[in-house]
């Protein structure tokens, strides 16, 4: 979760470090003890019971098609798929044998072949338990994925190294955290704003430190999510209660609803902005507090305000691309949805207002809101952190920087574009000092 955008940050002032200690270790503290005090520990509404029906794995051997029988519908066949599939059963009482199965049929129906890995259903009949027949359900789909994942893994830890392994590690505990507190918590009945809050705090924590590192940049980055996290649940609660969103706006919900009465849907919509918003979320503050930590590297001449004008320009631009990358990003995803609206022969004004449209356009704007309030909040208080103890014991004690005329600002954000030596003429190796 968040894109590595960090060089080898500088140590900070003893005295700063001590204050982002103060401020940072009682709020992971605050954020430890809340998630205890919701932690689900049962007694909340249990799921509606579904029937276990058997699923055994197989491979398709034979495939025989046919017309179809006349229906209704159809006086003279030819509607949909006809025929017989022919199975190799790998588990269940038939393992070892050839079964035979109805050619799927149907709205996403699986289309089979021969040697197709595909999943049986058994079926019994009621009336006669000794009777009993097969379905295809789906493909099998392991291997594949397993593979996919273990590409993305490579490819991450191929290119970001030490680094790559740590946001693997990161993305594990984050959904290590939504699988064993976020999701039961919501499921034994705890109000879900809460819980998002609290578990989207663990994960900030969490991964960022362990992907970026324990350092006053880091904690700059944390402390900027967290403020944004707060506006963005102030924003979700008021622009949902404003727009009068009960939580029912997707076919989703209503199934919950079903099988989980007690679920608060509400409650649950504002948890899903919350997460949502998180993965963004870190990624613009650890942008903001690399760009203030460069800057002032770069040229130390540069005042609190510079730094932050200068950086907040980068920051524009890049919520400017990323408020484009969600509004896609929400696009995708509901391709179905928008389909739907461009067949509704309802007025644009009144499709646009509905419940489950609405949804998503609060959902959309809040999260942008969020990230928008993020850019001044993480950059004013790097800025501070970054200029802080430039007169001041620490900085007496510190080396000088080399020897160089006076730079302008237009100088020191040219210097970004520079390799290495060009931005740290003078200094060799890594600069990333832990704290």
């Known amino acids: 979760m968040?894109?590595?955008?960090?060089?080898?940050?500088l140590a900070a002032p003893p005295g700063v470090r001590r204050l982002l200690l103060a401020t940072v270790v009682p709020l992971f503290v605050l954020t430890v003890l809340a998630a205890l005090v919701l932690w689900p520990r049962g007694g909340g509404p249990e799921p509606a019971e579904a029937e276990n029906v058997p699923r055994h794995h197989g491979t398709v051997t034979r495939v025989v098609t046919e017309p179809?029988?006349?229906?209704?519908?159809?006086?003279?066949?030819?509607?949909?798929?006809c025929g017989t599939v022919t199975v190799a059963a790998e588990q269940g009482p038939d393992a070892g044998r050839q079964v035979e199965t109805p050619i799927p049929d149907g709205p996403g129906a699986p289309r089979v072949e021969v040697g197709d890995e595909v999943i049986l259903v058994e079926l019994t009949d009621p009336a006669d338990p000794s009777v009993k027949a097969y379905n295809i359900a789906e493909h099998q789909r392991a291997t594949p994925l397993i593979w996919l994942v273990a590409l993305f893994a490579a490819a991450i830890v191929a290119f970001g190294r030490w680094r790559g392994l740590a946001a693997l590690g990161g993305l594990v505990a984050s959904f290590a955290i939504l699988l064993g507190f976020v999701l039961p918590g919501i499921g034994a009945g705890r109000s879900p704003l809460p819980v998002a809050i609290v578990g989207a705090a663990l994960i900030m924590f969490v991964v960022l430190y362990l992907t970026h590192g324990i350092t006053a940049q880091t904690s700059v980055a944390v402390l900027g999510t967290l403020g944004s996290l707060v506006v963005t649940g102030v924003l979700g609660t008021l622009a949902t209660a404003a727009t009068h969103l009960t939580g029912f706006g997707s076919e989703d919900a209503t199934t919950l609803s079903m099988f989980q009465g007690g679920v608060d849907l509400h409650g649950l919509l504002l948890a899903g902005i919350i997460i949502g918003s998180l993965g963004v979320l870190d990624d613009v503050t650890v942008t903001q507090a690399a760009t203030v930590t460069e800057l002032a590297h770069a040229n130390p001449d540069l005042s609190r305000r510079q730094l932050y004008r200068a950086a907040t320009r980068v920051g524009r631009a890049h919520i400017a691309s990323t408020v484009n990358t969600i509004?896609?990003?929400?696009?995708?995803?509901?391709?179905?949805?928008?389909?739907?609206?461009?067949?509704?022969?309802?007025?644009v004004s009144e499709i646009l207002t509905s419940e489950f449209l609405a949804q998503e356009i609060v959902r959309s704007a809040v999260a942008t809101l969020g990230l928008i309030a993020a850019v001044p909040l993480t950059t004013a208080l790097a800025a501070v952190v970054a200029t802080a103890g430039r007169r001041g014991p620490a900085?007496?004690?510190?080396?000088?920087?080399?020897?160089?005329?006076p730079a302008a600002r237009g100088e020191a954000l040219e210097a970004l574009g520079g390799t290495p030596a060009e931005r740290w003429p003078g200094r060799r190796g890594s600069t990333d000092v832990a704290w």
């Open 327 to 347: 509004v896609l990003a929400y696009a995708g995803a509901s391709l179905p949805l928008l389909l739907l609206l461009v067949a509704d022969s309802r007025p």
């Open 395 to 405: 900085a007496e004690a510190s080396p000088p920087p080399p020897d160089r005329p």
């Open 68 to 81: 179809c029988p006349p229906t209704p519908e159809a006086p003279e066949g030819g509607g949909g798929r």
């Open 2 to 9: 968040g894109a590595d955008h960090t060089r080898p940050a």
